[in-house]
């Protein structure tokens, strides 16, 4: 088309093409609303017209000279000079005055009068009706009024008066105030020129100075992006319907083959917290959550334009293969912190012995050496010979270090054995799991400032179910708060980034097909015992995320 015309492609951008279809939209409004008007204006014109035109015949109808005139073979040469002078006085276009027999006795052209009036509208009032009739003459069209001629007090009719007014075309209505029409028609161009080119440019700016095409391709390149991420994402506007939901997300939630867009987001995941963001605008880092036996870390956050909230986004991701990479990354953390714990240990160990050889207590010195040696080569032994995986091992010797750092008796039972792991659970999680029991009964028992503070812990694998148990000689659990130790973000601590341990502990042991239970007394100590099948199929955890 721009070929055609010989026009810049440039020429045909949204701007311009906004400022154009609004120029003639602008252009055909005013010009047809324009006719209509001038058409309201002939018709009102033209009743106006028929009504002075009716009035003249009936004062006419009603002079005596007409009424006795009429049917006298020498009445025109009374009846034609009064209607002449009529018609100048009044400036109607023809006055014809007939008889019943439809004989003229006057017409503005003198050789018409005593011909008959042939016109089909002459019927209706020779039988005593008065009316407005229009007609095309040769004139033009014209508005006529028939009005009976009557006497005898109006109880016998003698004739018609029949008054013309031609009536003015749109074309000569336009012709007359065409001034007046371009001065309007221009204003309104100009005002609607104006107008175009400043919402074109507002949507314009609206649309980032972006052709439609542009946006389009934008679109394209978004969705494509979207939906080779490897992470998920789902996107709700305020009213908690999907936005966004490339095919991970859709994989995740188990609704590959459904098409989500559009649906309350509580409709396709149940209990997530992602409506939450809309209203508190506060973001969710680094959730985890579970959904279909799948853990997931999850981001939220609000969506936000110039301080507006229009929506939420959910980012999430399996854990599964990260923990796959993870779980080498995890022993080696494991390991550091007992070495950290252990080098903290020997530090102190050493200064005990320097101190007792600069007292010259030697024969002291070697039996604390040799006391120091035995006791960590026999827990030592104990966990390489009877755990056989490696995270788990330096997990224990890393918590036995922590304890005896902490002024903490970590007892592990001498019974305890890990011949494998269970077929539903991974080693990651079983440190989770492990870790944070453990690490809760020594915060419970350091709290004590009186008395034996000890943890127990053992780890039976016996009759395809594995066993854990951590004891501790701590404070318990206060009764008013046992009810909610499992559930997210639930923390004593007093931390903002705490509460996810027992949580954590709980869905790892659920998607384990495993069950959690504990016993505490206040002042009495609080147990933790863990069972895990080892061949029972997952349970399919409550928590839903998006």
Avoid: W
């Avoid at 252009?27 to 002075?52: H, N, Q, Y």
């Avoid at 007939?98 to 009036?117: A, C, L, N, W």
């Avoid at 018609?160 to 001065?183: A, E, S």
């Amino acid at each position: 088309m721009s070929k055609l015309f010989g026009l810049n492609p440039k020429f045909y951008t949204l701007r311009t093409k906004m400022a154009v279809l609004s120029f003639c939209s602008v252009f055909l409004a005013i010009l047809i609303g324009g006719l209509i008007v001038v058409d309201k204006i002939s018709t009102i014109l033209e009743k106006e017209i028929g009504m002075r035109a009716i009035a003249i015949a009936r004062t006419l109808a009603q002079s005596e000279g007409i009424q006795k005139n009429i049917g006298r073979p020498d009445g025109f040469d009374y009846i034609q000079p009064l209607a002449e002078r009529t018609r100048l006085v009044t400036g109607v276009d023809y006055i014809v005055i007939v008889d019943m027999e439809g004989t003229r006795y006057s017409h503005p052209v003198e050789d018409r009068i005593g011909q008959k009036f042939s016109d089909p509208d002459l019927g209706p009032s020779l039988a005593n009706n008065e009316y407005i009739s229009s007609a095309e003459g040769v004139l033009g069209p014209s508005v006529r009024a028939f009005v009976p001629v009557k006497v005898d007090e109006g109880t016998r009719q003698v004739g018609v008066v029949i008054v013309g007014i031609l009536t003015p075309t749109i074309y000569t209505i336009l012709k007359n105030i065409q001034l007046q029409i371009f001065y309007s028609l221009g204003t309104g161009l100009i005002v609607g020129l104006l107008g175009s080119i400043y919402l074109a440019r507002k949507i314009k700016n609206a649309m980032f100075s972006m052709e439609p095409e542009e946006i389009a391709k934008l679109l394209q390149e978004r969705t494509a992006i979207f939906q080779a991420m490897g992470e998920g994402i789902i996107a709700i506007d305020t009213e908690s319907r999907i936005t966004v939901a490339n095919k991970e997300a859709k994989r995740i939630i188990g609704r590959e083959n459904e098409d989500i867009l559009g649906r309350k987001i509580r409709d396709i995941v149940p209990n997530t917290p992602l409506p939450e963001v809309l209203q508190t605008g506060m973001a969710q880092l680094n959730q985890e959550m579970v959904i279909n036996n799948t853990v997931i870390l999850v981001n939220r956050v609000p969506i936000r334009v110039k301080d507006s909230i229009i929506g939420a986004v959910s980012t999430f991701q399996d854990k599964t293969e990260v923990n796959r990479l993870a779980e080498e990354l995890t022993g080696v953390k494991v390991f550091i912190e007992a070495l950290r714990v252990q080098n903290h240990e020997h530090m102190n160990k050493l200064h005990t012995i320097a101190g007792l050889v600069q007292l010259e207590k030697y024969q002291q010195a070697v039996d604390y050496i040799f006391d120091l040696t035995e006791e960590q080569q026999e827990m030592t032994r104990l966990v390489t010979r009877n755990i056989s995986d490696n995270r788990v091992a330096g997990l224990l010797l890393g918590k036995y270090n922590r304890a005896k750092e902490l002024r903490v008796d970590l007892v592990i039972s001498q019974d305890s054995r890990l011949k494998s792991l269970p077929a539903n659970l991974d080693g990651s999680a079983l440190v989770v799991i492990i870790g944070n029991l453990i690490e809760n009964a020594l915060d419970a028992v350091r709290q004590e400032t009186g008395g034996t503070r000890k943890v127990f812990f053992s780890l039976l694998d016996r009759a395809g179910i594995l066993t854990i148990s951590v004891r501790d000689t701590g404070p318990g659990i206060p009764g008013d708060i046992r009810d909610s130790i499992f559930k997210q973000g639930f923390t004593t601590k007093g931390s903002t980034s705490r509460g996810l341990g027992l949580y954590l502990v709980k869905r790892y042991v659920e998607m384990a097909g495993g069950t959690i239970d504990f016993s505490s007394k206040e002042g009495g100590g609080t147990e933790f015992v863990v069972s895990i099948p080892r061949e029972t199929a997952p349970k399919n955890a409550s928590g839903q995320e998006g």
